[in-house]
């Protein structure tokens, strides 16, 4: 049997470990914090959020010790946060470290149905349910116009039901009911409509429909091409396409300009390129794979040449698997000095390197975005790992891209030396700026989100077709990654980046995301000869 970790109480915390529960008051006017320090990693997580409960007055203090008992035994998150004094009802906030972590999300939920919190204080329907809601940090800024209307993302009942909140073309809510495990596809039209929402103003329809204005309509329809459209009556989302040219049309200007591009599209990107729902861009994909006659991938062919790439550090290499892999996007994202552009170098200068040493015997595309390459220090690394520093550098071939008529064209253009096969890796460092400067501001969300999209889907079907590697770094905002989760839907494996500072300081990697590989955090030092693990020079 496990043990629990004895409790150690944050210094802000209003209840300590002398605390006598039996006649603990809450002492402030304002905000009471409840806080544990060492328990779950809670970091500084852009995907938190708490369960909401509101509490009468008169029940406002044996409430309140309730939950504390609760979160000194570890049955709750590692915090909550409960209102003083109100005019209403006393708001309690339990917080828990990711709104994607649905097991611990309904643990704690299930905790409070069992202490008798959801049938005293959970809000009434229509039909005599009690449910309580559950509203990421993320949208706390966006006021809800009703109770678990919009904004919250889950609600659990006092008959052990957990539901998740779904957006359909649209944006009208409806609430799913929770079986089984949960896929990313399950937060998507939730987190497509929380961006959409915060860089439109508020006004998403009228954003979009004011978007879809500006955009040419063709005569013919561009996106069948060889396939001559008719005039019957759409059955289905993939008919549409085929026969509704201002529908196809939509498509085309965000980058999808044949089948074989819609049909290697994932339903995240086209659920946002046409204003459509999951179900609809489903239905297309499914329908132009039909129709160009493709039959299930060989996985266990895809799988057997999948290649790795070294990072350096030996930790980090366990934690990803092996290393970089060929076939699929790797995201850096963090803060600035953390190691994005550091990585980045050492990837590129280790795939020059036999395959006995951890590379590839291959060249690279670098596509410098920041100014940041640097001739000497990958001078500096290629010396260290053996290579003749002049050699690598011939086999780095560099793209400068300040904005995205750059990146096109200097990307077409070097798209040739890939026809040579001799390219194991193409790295973008880093990815949203030339995106930013073409398409600034909110007034070209869409079109900017639509050439995002456009890119990756082919640096996606590049990595697929080739058996290349893909790493891409990106900033990191108060808010999060830059791009929110729409950038991070289309990264196979996404590793965000932080530092431990102080006399012996240390580059940590988070693993936040992955198909295959549990979530994982390592160590590892920027020297001057490169990346290595703690302890080495």
């Not at 994607?100 to 202490?115: N, S």
């Not at 040493?357 to 690394?381: C, H, Y």
């Not at 390219?423 to 995002?452: C, K, N, W």
Request: glycine share 8%.
């Amino acid at each position: 049997m496990v043990s629990k970790p004895k409790v150690k109480w944050a210094d802000d915390s209003v209840v300590q470990a002398d605390t006598d529960l039996d006649t603990f008051i809450p002492p402030h006017q304002g905000w009471n914090y409840v806080t544990i320090e060492n328990y779950l990693d809670w970091g500084d997580s852009y995907e938190s959020g708490k369960w909401l409960l509101f509490v009468p007055d008169k029940q406002f203090v044996d409430a309140f010790r309730h939950l504390a008992r609760l979160a000194g035994e570890l049955k709750l998150g590692h915090s909550f946060k409960a209102m003083g004094r109100t005019e209403k009802d006393h708001p309690f906030c339990l917080y828990c470290p990711s709104y994607r972590d649905v097991p611990f999300i309904r643990k704690v939920a299930e905790c409070l149905l069992k202490e008798g919190f959801i049938d005293s204080f959970g809000y009434l329907d229509r039909d005599g349910i009690r449910n309580i809601y559950f509203k990421p940090d993320e949208a706390t800024s966006y006021k809800s116009r009703g109770v678990g209307e919009s904004l919250t993302i889950f609600r659990f009942n006092n008959r052990n039901e957990l539901y998740i909140k779904q957006f359909d073309e649209d944006f009208k809510p409806s609430w799913k009911f929770v079986d089984s495990k949960l896929g990313d596809d399950a937060f998507s039209s939730y987190e497509i409509y929380l961006d959409l929402k915060k860089d439109s103003g508020g006004d998403i329809k009228k954003y979009l429909a004011s978007e879809m204005e500006e955009k040419p309509i063709e005569t013919t329809n561009p996106v069948s091409k060889s396939i001559v459209p008719n005039e019957k009556i759409a059955e289905n989302t993939f008919d549409r396409l085929l026969t509704d040219v201002a529908f196809a049309s939509r498509f085309v200007y965000a980058g999808y300009e044949d089948l074989e591009s819609i049909a290697r599209a994932r339903r995240l990107e086209l659920m946002v390129a046409g204003n459509i729902s999951e179900t609809e861009a489903e239905d297309l994909i499914m329908g132009a794979q039909k129709k160009l006659g493709w039959g299930f991938p060989d996985l266990s062919t895809k799988y057997a040449v999948i290649r790795r790439i070294t990072t350096g550090s030996s930790k980090l290499d366990e934690m990803l698997g092996g290393g970089i892999e060929t076939q699929s996007i790797t995201e850096f994202h963090g803060k600035k000095d953390t190691g994005k552009t550091q990585l980045a170098f050492q990837i590129s200068v280790n795939t020059l390197l036999p395959e006995g040493k951890g590379g590839l015997n291959s060249q690279v595309i670098f596509i410098d975005a920041d100014g940041t390459f640097n001739i000497q220090r990958i001078s500096r690394l290629a010396k260290e790992q053996g290579l003749e520093p002049n050699e690598a550098l011939e086999k780095i071939h560099v793209i400068r891209a300040t904005n995205f008529n750059e990146l096109t064209d200097s990307f077409g253009k070097a798209k040739k030396l890939l026809e040579t096969d001799k390219i194991r890796l193409i790295v973008m460092d880093s990815f949203i700026p030339p995106f930013e400067a073409t398409y600034p501001g909110t007034s070209q969300l869409a079109i900017r989100y639509s050439q995002i999209f456009r890119f990756l889907n082919e640096l996606q079907k590049i990595a697929d077709t080739k058996n290349i590697a893909v790493v891409i770094t990106n900033q990191e905002t108060p808010k999060g990654p830059k791009g929110g989760k729409l950038l991070g839907n289309q990264s196979v494996f996404r590793i965000r980046l932080t530092k431990k500072r102080g006399k012996n300081p240390t580059n940590i990697a988070n693993l936040v995301d992955s198909p295959n590989l549990p979530n994982g955090k390592e160590e590892f030092i920027i020297s001057d000869n490169g990346i290595v693990d703690v302890g080495m020079k």
